[in-house]
């Protein structure tokens, strides 16, 4: 399955986000959870747009530890509404003990809300517990059947790890895979790390990331390609537009 990334439309509405990626081809999609936006009628509009559309949610994101306010409730019951298969938690803080703590929280208030629910930790190397060691550990500790990792190949490369350490792994830690692509060079600096994962990914096969030992290492899993890129944002300001040329660039993947 192949699904257009949350992150690749985050600066639209996400009723058009859905409406637009379902029209373009895809057949899942992510969907960004905003507090400020997420009402009961926001929600309503987006369960028609799923309904009309046919298309499925993949994922909903971000619970991230060290941003208030906790949106862990309400998104986790949003995910189940909507009736997607993961939900991305993160951390921006440095206490592991905390984060465990929490991760272990939202493991279970998805497993009381949907027994489907995946609980996946993204680890980013711009962050403290930022390495694909570190969201094993939080994983590990957490102690929860429901929890798993999410490896964005991006940050995986940008940690220092290549994928064939993935092979040794087990498959069920790693539900999906979040893909794009970008040059060999790391930038310098956590700011620098921040930029380039918002605003500056390319698409798979414009960059020199390993993306086909990615998917050797990881095969048969569901694919989200997270190609956030202020050039697109830039060009392709029409949902449809933006959902059909990313479905242009992608699709020979399925």
């Not at 936006?37 to 369960?47: D, G, K, S």
């Not at 190397?125 to 570190?134: H, S």
């Not at 102690?143 to 940008?158: C, E, F, M, Q």
Request: charged share 20%.
């Amino acid at each position: 399955m192949l699904s257009l990334a949350a992150g690749v439309m985050a600066d639209l509405p996400v009723p058009d986000s859905v409406t637009a990626a379902a029209a373009a081809g895809w057949p899942a999609c992510g969907v960004w959870f905003d507090h400020e936006v997420w009402t009961a009628a926001h929600e309503r509009e987006v369960l028609r747009r799923l309904a009309d559309s046919g298309i499925a949610v993949l994922d909903v994101e971000p619970i991230i530890v060290g941003l208030e306010p906790d949106v862990s409730e309400r998104l986790v019951d949003a995910a189940a509404v909507l009736g997607a298969r993961f939900i991305l938690f993160t951390a921006r803080v440095a206490d592991q003990a905390l984060v465990v703590e929490r991760f272990g929280r939202a493991c279970d208030l998805a497993a009381a809300a949907d027994p489907r629910l995946t609980v996946v930790y993204e680890f980013l190397p711009a962050f403290p517990i930022g390495t694909l060691g570190d969201a094993l550990g939080v994983v590990r500790d957490s102690g929860r059947s429901n929890g798993a990792v999410l490896v964005d190949n991006l940050h995986l490369a940008r940690s220092g790890v290549t994928p064939e350490v993935l092979h040794s792994l087990d498959p069920s830690l790693l539900p999906y895979l979040q893909v794009s692509d970008a040059p060999r060079q790391a930038p310098k600096g956590s700011d620098e790390l921040l930029h380039e994962a918002r605003h500056a990914r390319l698409w798979p096969g414009d960059g020199e990331l390993p993306i086909g030992e990615l998917l050797s290492a990881v095969p048969h899993v569901p694919l989200s390609f997270e190609v956030r890129s202020q050039r697109v944002r830039d060009t392709f300001r029409d949902p449809l537009d933006r959902a059909a040329f990313a479905w242009s660039r992608v699709h020979h993947l399925a």
